[in-house]
């Protein structure tokens, strides 16, 4: 069935430094969406891509969808003890436009 | 207002015991969603309900029991549970003619603790 992998599953960064997550798929996406959840919260709804190539922006964060909808990437630039959460990728299974299906997530940790 | 509310916050029961959880939205979303987490898990599809009818079950075991009384509210009766339960449970809703079409908004979530 359809997958999503996250890479990595975990990332350690200091205050600043910038912050990348993927999400990988062997079969073509057809969107993808991020959500982030705080530790002890639940997840709030990012951004979602449905175009080839499509790149979006909200402040430090760009959200990519690679040419071949296989693939995307969430990235922080500068992060903030408030970027602090789990990102999670997830995309609508092929068959059914109701079910999600969810990539691991990536845990950040934000030293300040 | 991209609000869904969940009651209760937190729930302790017994392995006997029968309890609700309720979620709401008013964002007129006909879409709504049963969701369990684990710890450091991504949130386990569970019920979905569309335009108040049950359109996709998880294969999930008959102690819990989903209710759609109408397009705002969504239950979730527990009979029965294990200790294995144990979890967040997420509600959530999406509306095919929001900005966003296919976001899904969580509420906060009841956490349950069955001993």
């Known amino acids: 069935g359809q997958q999503v992998m996250q890479i990595p599953q975990y990332q350690h960064v200091q205050e600043g430094e910038d912050f990348t997550t993927y999400c990988n798929s062997s079969?073509?996406?057809?969107?993808i969406q991020w959500y982030k959840q705080r530790p002890g919260g639940h997840p709030v709804f990012l951004i979602q891509l449905v175009k080839s190539g499509e790149v979006k922006k909200q402040k430090r964060l760009t959200f990519q969808f690679g040419e071949a909808k296989k693939n995307s990437s969430l990235h922080i630039t500068a992060t903030q003890t408030t970027d602090v959460g789990t990102y999670f990728c997830a995309s609508y299974n092929a068959g059914n436009n109701r079910k999600l299906i969810w990539g691991l997530g990536t845990s950040l940790a934000v030293n300040p | 207002d991209t609000e869904v509310t969940q009651t209760p916050k937190h729930l302790v029961m017994g392995m006997t015991n029968k309890k609700s959880l309720k979620c709401e939205q008013h964002m007129g979303h006909r879409a709504m969603y049963w969701y369990k987490q684990k710890a450091k898990k991504p949130p386990e599809l569970m019920f979905v309900y569309s335009y108040e009818k049950l359109s996709i079950n998880e294969s999930v075991p008959s102690r819990f029991s989903p209710e759609c009384p109408n397009s705002s509210l969504l239950n979730l009766h527990l009979h029965a549970l294990q200790p294995e339960d144990s979890a967040l449970y997420l509600c959530?809703?999406?509306?095919?003619?929001?900005?966003?079409?296919?976001?899904?908004?969580f509420g906060p979530g009841t956490r349950l603790t069955v001993l």
């Open positions: 959530a809703s999406s509306g095919r003619w929001d900005p966003q079409r296919g976001a899904q908004y």
């Open positions: 079969t073509t996406l057809s969107n």
